[in-house]
């Protein structure tokens, strides 16, 4: 089955700076890639996603950019801040199966004022 | 107003009980899907169901069961079987199985003591 690594783990950066975070997976028949934001004890939200026949995609300051060839896509955030702060996932759909999406273990945002 | 309920948002359980937690969408969506959320761990399959009166198991079935009798409702229950029940449930539903968008609840807290 699909397997979605995430990193990094934990991401601080200053507000106003780029945040960047990176996702790998392993089923080259995957084709659907969202990235959701958790916003603390409440369920995940999607922010942007993109499809295989589209290498970037990009929605006011956020913006993301997929690899088939390497099987990685990224997430980046221009201009953070402080509502930005979130645990964000990224994830990828199983190539054709029916369970869904895998999720990676998720990246914890922390926008430094 | 469209979207997914879960309830209630904490509960309490004592061990050795079987719980139930309510999943409710008025989005008209075929899928629905149950996820387990811990610390560090990302989200993690429980069950999953594609179409009313089918189910499947996902990565992490044992000690839950789940019915699916109507299209709108989806509910979990964690058997005393689970091992370690306490944790963070997210349930989410989308328009069919596969490369499509999944929306989430607002999540059930359930601690077992």
């Known amino acids: 089955g699909e397997n979605v690594e995430q990193h990094p783990s934990t991401l601080s950066v200053q507000e106003g700076d780029s945040a960047v975070i990176k996702c790998t997976y392993s089923?080259?028949?995957?084709?659907?890639f969202p990235w959701y934001k958790q916003e603390l004890g409440k369920g995940p939200q999607l922010i942007i996603d993109?499809?295989?026949?589209?290498g970037e995609k990009k929605d006011q300051r956020i913006a993301v950019t997929l690899n088939k060839t390497a099987k990685h896509f990224s997430l980046h955030i221009t201009e953070t801040q402080p509502e930005d702060s979130a645990v964000y996932f990224c994830a990828a759909d199983s190539g054709g199966g029916a369970d869904g999406l895998t999720f990676g273990k998720g990246t914890h945002l922390i926008i430094q004022p | 107003d469209g979207g997914i309920t879960q309830s209630p948002k904490y509960l309490f359980r004592k061990e050795g009980q079987n719980v139930t937690l309510s999943c409710e969408q008025n989005l008209n969506h075929d899928a629905m899907y149950w996820y387990r959320q811990d610390p560090g761990q990302g989200l993690r399959l429980i069950y999953y169901?594609?179409?009313?009166?089918?189910?499947q198991k996902g990565d992490i079935a044992e000690g839950y069961s789940v019915s699916r009798e109507k299209k709108e409702s989806f509910p979990l229950t964690v058997t005393s079987a689970q091992k370690n029940p306490t944790a963070f449930y997210l349930c989410a539903s989308s328009r069919g199985p596969g490369p499509y968008e999944q929306y989430f609840g607002p999540g059930t807290r359930l601690t077992v003591t």
């Open positions: 089923d080259s028949a995957s084709n659907y």
């Open positions: 993109i499809r295989s026949n589209v």
């Open positions: 169901s594609q179409i009313v009166n089918d189910f």
